[in-house]
């Protein structure tokens, strides 16, 4: 994402990154960026939209200019691999990860931090795991941490009843 390939293909990032580790020429830099936007489509926009926008009637937050802040504390960005829609899907680690990167990148790049380290296989891995009881109370925890540190997330308003 924020990256020095990043910057030297003009766009891209994380997953234009691997592929550039990787060897790929741009060509194939751009189809291995079409497969992850596909595993999105296929394993995410049924709730969150094709274009990350939600769905507030149905309580699915919205991923524009907010999924980015999660990253700004270390139980946020496991937050966004333990959440039941990423840690259950049928993505394997390599491929969550992928598509964790893309989203942030995708999505709400301007809200990643300077120092943004992309999600990688091991790390998705051990923290998919330990699955959440209940994400409502972590998600609430989370949303009240960030704001006081000046980043506020989207309206998440499944479980409202619940809230703290």
Known sequence: MLCAAR???G????VQTAAAQAGADPAEAQ???????ADYV?????CHRVDGRGSSRHGIPDFRDSVGA???LP?????????P????SQLNDAELAAVLNWVL??????????DFRPYGEEEVAEARRRRYEDVVPVRHALAKALAQRGFPLAEYSYGSDRKP
């Open 105 to 114: 990148e995708e999505f709400s790049p301007a809200q990643l931090p300077a």
């Open 31 to 37: 189809r291995l960026r079409q497969g992850v936007r």
């Open 85 to 88: 829609g990423a840690a259950q």
């Open 75 to 83: 139980a946020g960005r496991e937050y966004l691999i333990r959440v």
């Open 70 to 72: 999660f990253v700004h």
């Open 7 to 9: 910057a030297a293909a």
């Open 42 to 46: 296929l394993q995410c926009a049924g």
């Open 11 to 14: 766009e891209g990032g994380a």
